[in-house]
């Protein structure tokens, strides 16, 4: 299984490490990247957005304008239709009739005064038998609008007419005729209100149009009745071709290379058309210098946020070359010291690789240190352990002895030695270390061996010469003191006053007859306590043997007992 496994991931590895090296690049170009993938999506959205808005503000225009021509359109068929109604309460005087035309005159003058409208009355030969915008009686031509009068005579309807120029009036009007009978029940005349073309200026006011837009009221035959601007001729025809074709709505038109807008409503009323239009140009500057101003927008941040990212690549790129350089000194264990740094991040790495150095000369020169420890407390241990060999050899009395005697002090030692190397940093308790010395000849019943006393610190080499005095004492102990019989008991105990450790080992019940010779030579408990307490410590010893067993008292300087532990 594993094989197969090998050989499916390997093939992987070359097409992996081909696509690490093609997008292997400089920090800037994925800085630069990054921005770009956050910048152009929301770059796209705002132009959507934007999209959307300058669509929906042009329905509102849109909607607005269709809104004024219709307002427009509204005006001049109301003011038509008031002209009509006043047209109709006129033709029902009685006094309509030739042979009484200047009373019908005088009250139609006051009945019109005050407004922007005159009154006329026409006959079939297209006579004005008055006209009150002149005196009644003054000689007054025929009338110029033929077309409308024939088209009245013949509808027997009211009827508006397109915008002409007004003999008597000398300037450009529009006529509403209203055709009425005789008391001899004949339609030999036409009612005629005319306004001057002028007074529908009112209905196309800019002021109801949106910014940029224009409107021009026309007459049947495309003709300009008036318009918001001001220069436009009146009875000439407009100057765009969407007239006099009968098209309303939104629409769009050319003229002379210029594309237009154009809102067109229709009046049934009068056959009359009102167009709002404005250049395409005009309408769509708002939403084009959106878009430019956007786009600038976008590129100006563009170049910012690009410029910034090589700032900052830069700066990052200046911070990784110093941690290299650092990482170069740690690995030849040469001090490093921190460097400050723009990005905080880069800094901490940089603060991280001095610690690491210092750390690393600190357990070199720690390394050092213990490893002359180690070369002392070897030649140590080996004159301890030749010592071992010369007292176990004098007191054997056989081979076997001189093996177990030799082997027991051996196994102390690496009790005290393994006990040395797991507290070497903060010392060795001594209750830890006699309970590890003298758990091998701890009796079936514990409390034959007591310990007490308070916290005591050792260093390393005072804890291994301890270490072989407790073991002696218990090795004696078992071979001929109290725990040699199955009553004995042994009592440990040390306390610290005035700066003196005193250690004192009594045993009691021991089998001691009162005519014991004294042994005549010591053995290598005695010997360890004299000579290696006494030497490498200045221990005072004093040894008693009291009737039940054998007392050990030792007076050692505290100060002696953790020497290396306070260097």
């Keep these: 299984m594993s094989d197969g496994n090998d050989r499916e991931t390997k093939p992987g590895k070359p097409w992996r490490m081909r696509l690490r090296a093609r997008l292997?690049?400089?920090?800037?170009?994925?800085?630069?990247?990054?921005?770009?993938?956050?910048?152009?999506?929301?770059?796209?959205?705002?132009?959507?957005?934007?999209?959307?808005?300058?669509?929906?503000?042009?329905?509102?225009?849109?909607?607005?304008?269709?809104?004024?021509?219709?307002?427009?359109?509204?005006?001049?068929?109301?003011?038509?239709?008031?002209?009509?109604?006043?047209?109709?309460?006129?033709?029902?005087?009685?006094?309509?009739?030739?042979?009484?035309?200047?009373?019908?005159?005088?009250?139609?003058?006051?009945?019109?005064?005050?407004?922007?409208?005159?009154?006329?009355?026409?006959?079939?030969?297209?006579?004005?038998?008055?006209?009150?915008?002149?005196?009644?009686?003054?000689?007054?031509?025929?009338?110029?609008?033929?077309?409308?009068?024939?088209?009245?005579?013949?509808?027997?309807?009211?009827?508006?007419?397109?915008?002409?120029?007004?003999?008597?009036?000398?300037?450009?009007?529009?006529?509403?005729?209203?055709?009425?009978?005789?008391?001899?029940?004949?339609?030999?005349?036409?009612?005629?209100?005319?306004?001057?073309?002028?007074?529908?200026?009112?209905?196309?006011?800019?002021?109801?149009?949106?910014?940029?837009?224009?409107?021009?009221?026309?007459?049947?035959?495309?003709?300009?009745?008036?318009s918001s601007v001001a220069d436009m001729p009146v009875g000439k025809p407009f100057f765009m071709s969407i007239v006099p074709a009968l098209r309303v709505g939104i629409g769009e038109a050319v003229h002379d290379g210029v594309e237009y807008r154009t809102v067109t409503e229709f009046s049934l009323l009068t056959g009359w058309k009102i167009i709002a239009w404005a250049k395409s140009s005009d309408v769509d500057a708002p939403a084009v210098w959106s878009y430019v101003w956007l786009s600038l927008g976008g590129l100006l941040f563009a170049g910012i946020a690009v410029a910034g990212s090589a700032t900052i690549a830069r700066f990052l790129a200046q911070g990784v070359k110093l941690l290299a350089k650092d990482a170069h000194l740690l690995g030849q264990g040469r001090p490093i010291a921190p460097r400050k740094?723009?990005?905080?991040?880069?800094?901490?790495?940089?603060?991280?690789?001095?610690?690491?150095?210092?750390?690393?000369r600190k357990a070199e020169n720690e390394t050092r240190f213990l490893m002359r420890e180690v070369a002392h407390r070897s030649k140590n241990q080996l004159t301890v352990i030749?010592?071992?060999?010369?007292?176990?050899?004098?007191?054997?009395?056989?081979?076997?002895?001189?093996?177990?005697?030799?082997?027991?002090?051996?196994?102390?030692?690496?009790?005290?030695?393994?006990?040395?190397?797991?507290?070497?940093?903060?010392?060795?308790?001594?209750?830890?270390?006699?309970?590890?010395?003298?758990?091998?000849?701890i009796p079936d019943d514990p409390k034959r061996v007591r310990l007490s006393g308070p916290p005591v610190r050792l260093d390393a080499q005072v804890s291994q010469t301890l270490g072989m005095a407790l073991h002696e004492l218990a090795t004696n102990a078992t071979k001929y003191g109290a725990l040699a019989n199955g009553r004995g008991m042994v009592d440990l105990n040390w306390?610290?006053?005035?700066?003196?450790?005193?250690?004192?080992?009594?045993?009691?019940?021991?089998?001691?007859?009162?005519?014991?010779?004294?042994?005549?030579?010591?053995?290598?408990?005695?010997?360890?306590?004299?000579?290696?307490?006494?030497?490498?410590?200045?221990?005072k010893l004093e040894r008693l043997l009291n009737a039940d067993g054998i007392e050990w008292r030792v007076k050692i300087l505290a100060e002696k007992l953790n020497a290396d532990l306070s260097a």
């Design 386 to 441: 030749q010592s071992m060999l010369n007292q176990s050899l004098g007191a054997a009395e056989s081979r076997v002895d001189f093996a177990e005697a030799f082997r027991r002090r051996i196994t102390g030692l690496a009790r005290s030695t393994d006990l040395m190397i797991a507290n070497a940093a903060q010392g060795v308790d001594f209750h830890e270390l006699a309970q590890n010395q003298l758990q091998p000849f």
């Design 341 to 360: 740094h723009i990005i905080a991040e880069i800094e901490t790495v940089s603060t991280a690789l001095a610690e690491a150095a210092q750390a690393r």
């Design 24 to 226: 292997r690049r400089p920090l800037s170009f994925y800085l630069t990247a990054l921005l770009f993938a956050a910048i152009v999506p929301s770059f796209v959205f705002s132009m959507i957005i934007l999209k959307r808005s300058t669509d929906e503000q042009e329905r509102v225009v849109t909607a607005l304008l269709k809104a004024s021509t219709g307002s427009v359109t509204r005006v001049v068929e109301r003011d038509i239709d008031s002209m009509l109604t006043t047209l109709k309460v006129l033709s029902t005087d009685s006094t309509v009739d030739e042979s009484r035309l200047e009373a019908f005159y005088q009250r139609a003058s006051s009945a019109l005064a005050g407004t922007d409208s005159n009154l006329l009355v026409i006959d079939r030969g297209h006579n004005q038998l008055f006209n009150t915008r002149v005196p009644f009686g003054s000689p007054l031509s025929k009338a110029s609008d033929t077309e409308s009068i024939e088209a009245a005579f013949a509808q027997g309807t009211p009827l508006v007419s397109n915008v002409f120029f007004g003999k008597t009036a000398q300037q450009w009007v529009y006529n509403v005729y209203l055709p009425i009978l005789t008391p001899q029940g004949n339609n030999d005349y036409l009612l005629t209100l005319t306004q001057n073309a002028a007074s529908m200026a009112k209905a196309v006011n800019r002021d109801v149009l949106s910014p940029g837009w224009n409107a021009t009221l026309l007459d049947g035959a495309g003709n300009v009745i008036a």
């Design 495 to 539: 306390s610290v006053v005035d700066g003196t450790f005193l250690l004192v080992w009594k045993e009691t019940g021991a089998d001691i007859a009162a005519d014991a010779p004294v042994p005549p030579r010591k053995g290598f408990g005695t010997m360890v306590l004299e000579r290696m307490l006494g030497m490498a410590l200045d221990a």
